[in-house]
């Protein structure tokens, strides 16, 4: 087993990360900017490394620096969190050259599935469904025509380094699809220096459905149930929950083979999502996969009881996982707290929190690296908090978080409490009827001044 992991990352997960290695009995190291000297994960870490200023490319991101700060403290793993340099396959690759354990996925695995058209027909090979439509790239504006005819309007654009929506359109009909492959091309171009495309049928008001995998060292995989992410704005997630309140059971059986099959035909070792999108038939196609540990992990910890920070350094560290897949016994929703307006179309806001109170009580988890005074920096991502309720049924899980987002108490910064407490609300949302396109027409409802 490692003797002492660095966490490159920071506010909640590198809390996330400490906290498992301490219950292993494993040391660590915490790495910061000058913006985050004051933070808990510096704080609660065996030992502390500035790693460079505020701004993310010359700290969070500067692979040199965390290698240095690794080597001097004689690291032997290295977790990346999520973000940063999670799904980087440099990094990957360095810290193997360094005979650094990176917990993560390889170089090659990064590779294959940050390369999404490359990702889709690897899963094609694999046996996993995929949504009809072009075979790999498009290389011509003409072969675009072609296979826009052969699939059937409508159909989508999807830039091949894409992710987060960027270099994506949806097109209902020829006339449109000229300026949507021109305007498509340049924006992944910008965006990812690279413009390969290629297309899919349009999946209209679909459900984004995710199945958390673990692979191990020995090419075995299992899959621990679902996460319906459902409800997001312009890509970022705000709540996701689990089970879906879509779910049957065969459903959650074929998608979850799916992803074992998807995880063991790549030898996929680490914890992995395999992100679907879900029609109204329940109908399920692969969409991405996921190489890292993700912001929403918590709830499948708690509904199935199973710790994936530990699991996933476990199996870095070549142990075997048991083979089981793992089944849902509660409910659990998760709440993303930002600081962010949501009556000002979510603007950021950061800045000093002047007053806390934090929920708590029986079937609430609150993963957050803020305190009363804590200065919020505005060079990062704006999630401060995660709260989290489990409970029997999905009715008390939505009255558990009801409950905790009244106890919560911020002030000096606006956040997305209101947000969410409206949300639990909302008849749709409440009767588990929603999809990705539930924020187009979700309004918040006036603010009243107390
Ligand atoms: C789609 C789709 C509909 N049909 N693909 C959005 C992010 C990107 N990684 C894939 N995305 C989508 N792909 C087909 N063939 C709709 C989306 C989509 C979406 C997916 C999941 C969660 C939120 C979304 C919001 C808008 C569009």
Redesign the pocket.
């Known amino acids: 087993m490692f003797k002492k992991i660095l966490i490159a990352n920071r506010g909640e997960i590198a809390l996330r990360v400490i906290r498992t290695c301490k219950e292993m009995g494993i040391k660590t190291v915490a790495v910061y900017s000058t913006a985050d000297a004051e933070s808990l994960h510096v704080r609660f870490a065996d030992e502390a490394v500035c790693i460079g200023p505020a701004a993310s490319n010359l700290s969070y991101l500067k692979m040199s620096n965390i290698i240095a700060a690794a080597e001097i403290t004689n690291a032997d793993a290295i977790h990346p969190g999520y973000g940063f340099l999670s799904e980087n396959a440099k990094f990957s690759k360095i810290c193997q050259e360094h005979g650094i354990k990176f917990i993560g996925a390889s170089p090659e695995m990064i590779d294959r599935m940050g390369d999404k058209a490359n990702a889709k027909s690897t899963m094609i090979e694999a046996g996993v469904p995929c ?1 009809p439509g072009s075979e790999g790239i498009i290389a011509t504006y003409e072969e675009c025509e072609k296979v826009a005819e052969t699939t059937g309007y409508p159909v ?1 654009l ?1 830039a091949s380094a ?4 960027k270099g ?1 359109r949806a097109i209902w009909k020829k006339e449109d699809l000229k300026n949507a492959w021109e305007s498509a091309r340049q924006e992944s171009k910008a965006a990812f220096g690279n413009d390969d495309m290629y297309m ?4 209209e008001e ?1 459900r ?1 459905i995710e199945i958390q995998v673990v692979g191990d060292s020995f090419g075995k995989a299992c899959h621990l149930s679902e996460r319906d ?2 409800v ?1 704005r312009r ?1 970022q997630k705000l709540t996701e929950e689990t089970p879906s309140p879509f779910m049957t059971d065969e459903l959650r059986n074929a998608m979850g083979a799916a992803a074992v099959k998807a995880a063991e035909y790549i030898k996929y070792e680490g914890a992995g999502t395999v992100e679907f ?1 879900v029609d109204k038939h329940r109908n399920f196609y692969f ?2 996969m996921n190489t890292r540990i993700q912001v929403e992990h918590p709830i499948t910890e708690q509904v199935i009881d199973f710790d994936l920070i530990r699991e996933q350094i476990m199996v870095a560290a070549g142990i075997p996982i048991s083979g089981k897949n793992y089944f849902p016994l509660l409910h659990s929703i998760e709440c993303r707290i930002n600081a962010e307006d949501p009556y000002n179309d979510f603007r950021p806001s950061p800045g000093k929190i002047t007053t806390l109170h934090t929920p708590g009580g029986h079937g609430v988890r609150l993963d957050t690296h803020v305190y009363s005074g804590y200065t919020i920096p505005p060079n990062y991502d704006s999630m401060i908090a995660k709260l989290i309720t489990t409970a029997q049924s999905r009715e008390e899980a939505i009255s558990k978080m009801k409950r905790a987002l009244d106890e919560f108490v911020i002030e000096g910064i606006k956040t997305t409490i209101p947000f969410h407490r409206q949300l639990m609300d909302e008849p749709d949302y409440v009767a588990g009827n929603y999809t ?1 396109k539930f924020m187009e027409s979700f309004v918040m409802k006036d603010k009243i001044e107390d």
């Open positions: 949504v989508m999807k894409g992710g987060g929506g994506m899919e049928k349009l999946i679909p984004h992410c459902s997001q890509h999108l969409m991405e990705t």
